[in-house]
């Protein structure tokens, strides 16, 4: 296994037959083109660099993918992706046991960041409203909560408070 940058534009994807076989069953949620639309060239590019593909070489400017990447797919329909760079993370079928990487990625790691993820729109509203408090950053900067909102496919009424945590939270330093 070997990781390098690529030029989003110098290379195709397509999912390995076993992801495939995996993903049959699903239903893949749809962006709305326009949610692509409020995100930033220097956005795109900071998300950029939080994705790795990890991917098997098919020849040198085709590959396939060894899980699904959604942010990725959201994020090449931009303008400017063309122009930039992606981590690829290659694996060689014969020296890599490219059926157990595709298990543990696309079974046991999604099972070991559910406890982390389950609550992500509780979460944003947490550190939304921490922003908003915090003279640091400024607010100039903070994303609207109905921009959260569209990213993440709800209303901005789904991303709250837990009022539970609000009242333990509040008992905090008491004695």
Do not use: W
Request: hydrophobic share 35%; proline share 8%; glycine share 2%.
């Amino acid at each position: 296994m070997k990781t390098k940058q690529r030029l989003i534009s110098s290379f195709t994807l397509e999912y390995h037959p076993l992801v495939a076989s995996l993903l049959s069953e699903e239903s893949t949620p749809q962006f709305s083109p326009t949610v692509i639309e409020h995100l930033h060239e220097h956005e795109i590019q900071l998300l950029l660099q939080t994705i790795t593909l990890h991917v098997i070489p098919t020849t040198p400017d085709h590959y396939q993918l060894l899980t699904p990447e959604p942010l990725f797919a959201l994020v090449r329909q931009h303008p400017s992706v063309q122009s930039q760079k992606v981590s690829l993370c290659e694996y060689q079928h014969s020296a890599d046991n490219i059926e157990q990487v595709i298990t543990t990625l696309m079974l046991t790691l999604p099972a070991l960041q559910y406890n982390y993820q389950s609550s992500t729109l509780k979460t944003l509203a947490y550190r939304l409203n921490t922003a908003k408090s915090n003279p640091s950053p400024p607010t100039k900067y903070l994303p609207k909560k109905s921009q959260l909102a569209l990213f993440a496919g709800v209303s901005p009424s789904a991303i709250r408070l837990d009022t539970n945590k609000l009242a333990n939270n509040d008992d905090k330093g008491k004695a």
